[in-house]
């Protein structure tokens, strides 16, 4: 009789029963069946959450995935196979390869709970979807290696692409505050703090945003003594006389309130507003603030005063004038006619205002004049002027000069015409017409800035206009006309201003040569002034080309504004830093400078830490003042030389030429304590920041986005490391800088 123990003393299973090798064989094939039905059960869960499943052999690189996992990126597994971890980084967004494998890294290392990333992968069509990938190390070695991983990602692109559209929608409607500069948006709490002032409240009220947000009540732009009469109505049964703020807001409690007052800026200077002020009203219907909209209306009310004195100048101008002036109805009845017009045609004033116009007007000029009458109906033209003969009294013909302009209403309905007429009468019968029309051709070329010249097609200069002479000849020398055009003008462009154009091409007509040169620099002394060159060609009597005339006109101010739209082309609006676009072509210039000279430079990447609770708690007004003081602290914080640049959201970039890492890694330290002292008041609390801070050498020869990518890792290897730090790249293995330690002084 046994004992009820098996060998070796141990405890028999069931009550004493033997183990059989069948039995123990049964058992594992269950325990396996259990397994595999239970994976089987994992997998339909996983299906029928549509993502896409995946299990790395760390080892191997070997992956396993589901069909719904390449199905998301529009391929079978099939089309895939064999499927690794190269499969994933081959599908991937180039920009966003290193963000996932320092994530990775982490949680390879133990430093994360789990691996999870936002990226970009390519789709079988071409397009870009949006995954969001999560996966876990679930087997290690005895040595704490990972073995195994797995993990599931998920097609978000729907929600990305909408909380990008909502993002690119808050910057328009803040870039359309900010952008109107002539218009002036005051926003205050339900307090009377105010918590936005755009640039159009800066221009028209002479103070900076920083002046004024979080510090005054907007009560500070009314002129107080106008105020003090409006008030004193208000006041209450005890005496008590309401602030400024409290009776503008009341009127505006259920709407929008509008009224015109005076405004005192920052120097002093009064200016007359209509303000329109309307409440706030967040999604749970609460009073959030006010915001009050104001224009100047200052320029217009002198307009205005300007006009009636013009209108009492013209009747007298009209009244005196020695030119023959007339109002003439649309139909072509005089309407009333000064005394020189009298005089002019010999009747009397009273005689002239019982006919038209037509009945005066010699046959053979009539239809001319109607026509033009007609152009000018038809918003053909503004004006006209013509040469025309008139019947006097007695009979005789009057040569007249005729000027016509027609005076339109605000909405643009004609009213009548506006006549003045010359008598030239004697000037046609002595020949002096000629003359003077000559004379005056001179005139006007010399009153015109544009320099201009006439050539004979050998080059030689046959006239030259007041401009030409003043800037070519200078003040007082002797004319020009006469010389060759080579021996007077040197052009060149801005692409090789060593350079000068052979003259002679632009002389000839059968060449291929431009009318307009928008890039033409003119030799001006020691000067090289912009110009743009406009050529015409004159013709004999029988159509053959004789000569030209070249038009040259000073465009200094033109490309200064051109510049100016290219410069506001790469400024962030928000921040007023250098955006990334400007960013990127600065960086490039940085990478050129190095590969040519070998100077140092070092790229800084900053990334705020703990930028989204201040836009998920206080709103994005809130976090746009927080990224407004960093930008400012990130100004100050610089040298003037280096390019400061916000690249979009809370990630910022600075530029640092002729900068070592030692350098750098002391500047961004100083910079991380700088960005750690602005506090912005908000909404009866003070908002704080910090953040991560990567810096690696601008390497020469590399690209922007190598760049950039170097940078980013750092950043992340900086917010790795617990946030609000700075890390350095090692400028020889491109890993950590391991003179990562306090800066001992030593040489750059």
């Not at 098996?6 to 009550?15: A, E, I, N, S, T």
């Not at 743009?532 to 101010?557: M, P």
């Not at 072509?585 to 609770?613: C, E, W, Y």
């Amino acid at each position: 009789m046994q004992s009820g123990r098996g060998w070796g003393g141990k405890p028999r299973p069931h009550g004493g029963a033997r183990v059989t090798p069948q039995a123990a064989l049964l058992d594992a094939q269950a325990a396996l069946q259990a397994e595999a039905e239970e994976r089987r059960r994992l997998e339909m869960i996983i299906d029928g959450t549509g993502m896409g499943s995946w299990e790395w052999n760390c080892r191997t690189d070997q992956m396993q995935v589901n069909e719904r996992w390449a199905q998301i990126v529009g391929y079978t597994r099939e089309e895939l196979a064999p499927i690794t971890a190269d499969t994933f980084l081959q599908l991937a967004h180039p920009d966003d390869v290193a963000q996932s494998n320092a994530l990775l890294r982490e949680h390879l290392a133990g430093r994360s709970a789990q691996y999870e990333s936002l990226c970009r992968m390519r789709h079988k069509d071409g397009r870009w979807i949006w995954v969001q990938d999560r996966g876990r190390v679930y087997e290690w070695d005895a040595q704490g290696r990972p073995l195994r991983m797995a993990g599931a990602h998920a097609d978000v692109s729907d929600l990305q692409n909408a909380r990008q559209d909502a993002a690119d929608t808050r910057q328009r409607l803040q870039a359309v505050v900010d952008a109107s500069d002539e218009v002036a948006v005051i926003a205050t709490d339900v307090h009377g703090v105010v918590n936005l002032f755009n640039s159009g409240a800066q221009k028209l009220l002479g103070y900076t945003p920083e002046e004024v947000i979080g510090r005054v009540n907007p009560g500070l732009f009314h002129d107080p003594h106008e105020m003090h009469d409006y008030l004193q109505p208000e006041a209450d049964a005890d005496g008590r006389v309401p602030t400024v703020f409290e009776a503008l807001t009341a009127r505006a409690a259920t709407g929008t309130w509008s009224h015109q007052w005076t405004f005192v800026r920052k120097d002093g200077e009064h200016r007359q507003v209509r303000l329109s002020i309307s409440p706030l009203n967040g999604g749970d219907g609460q009073r959030m603030g006010y915001v009050g909209m104001a224009v100047d209306l200052t320029p217009l009310l002198e307009v205005r005063e300007q006009a009636h004195l013009a209108a009492e100048k013209f009747a007298g101008a009209f009244n005196s004038a020695a030119l023959g002036m007339a109002l003439v109805s649309l139909e072509g009845r005089w309407l009333d006619v000064n005394d020189a017009l009298c005089g002019i045609l010999g009747y009397t004033r009273a005689e002239l205002l019982e006919i038209d116009f037509q009945t005066l007007t010699y046959p053979d000029d009539l239809d001319a004049d109607l026509a033009m009458v007609q152009d000018l109906l038809a918003g053909r033209r503004d004006h006209y002027h013509m040469t025309k003969r008139y019947l006097g009294k007695g009979g005789h013909l009057v040569w007249g000069r005729l000027s016509v302009s027609l005076v339109r209403a605000p909405h643009g309905e004609p009213l009548h015409f506006v006549s003045q007429i010359q008598d030239i009468t004697a000037q046609h019968q002595s020949g002096q017409q000629l003359r003077e029309s000559a004379q005056r051709t001179r005139v006007t070329l010399d009153a015109v800035a544009d320099m201009v010249v006439s050539l004979d097609l050998r080059g030689r200069i046959e006239y030259a206009n007041a401009a030409a002479s003043r800037a070519l000849a200078g003040e007082g020398a002797a004319s020009f006309t006469g010389s060759l055009i080579q021996d007077v003008v040197e052009l060149t462009t801005e692409y090789a201003p060593r350079s000068p154009l052979e003259l002679e091409v632009l002389l000839d007509p059968d060449s291929n040569a431009v009318d307009l040169h928008s890039d033409l620099l003119l030799s001006v002394g020691a000067h090289l002034l912009p110009v743009d060159l406009t050529r015409a060609w004159l013709r004999d009597e029988d159509g053959e080309i004789n000569g030209a005339v070249w038009v040259i006109r000073d465009v200094t101010q033109q490309r200064a504004r051109q510049r100016e739209a290219r410069h506001l082309a790469e400024v962030d609006p928000l921040t007023e830093l250098t955006n990334r676009r400007g960013f990127e072509a600065h960086l490039q210039q940085a990478i050129t400078r190095v590969a040519r000279t070998g100077q140092s430079a070092s790229l800084m990447f900053i990334d705020l830490d703990n930028f989204k609770p201040i836009n998920d708690n206080h709103g994005h007004l809130a976090g746009d003042a927080m990224l407004w003081a960093v930008a400012n602290a990130l100004r100050h914080g610089v040298r003037d030389s280096d390019i400061v640049a916000r690249l979009g959201g809370d990630e910022f970039a600075v530029i640092l030429a002729g900068c070592s890492l030692r350098r750098a890694r002391r500047i961004g330290t100083d910079l991380l304590h700088s960005l750690q002292v602005p506090t912005i008041p908000w909404e009866m609390t003070r908002l704080s920041g910090g953040a991560s801070i990567g810096i690696p050498a601008i390497q020469g020869g590399t690209s922007v986005d190598a760049a950039v990518a170097a940078a980013d890792a750092q950043c992340y290897r900086a917010k790795a490391l617990g946030r609000n730090n700075v890390q350095v790249e090692d400028p020889v293995h491109g890993g950590p800088d391991p003179l990562d330690s306090p800066d001992d002084g030593g040489p750059e």
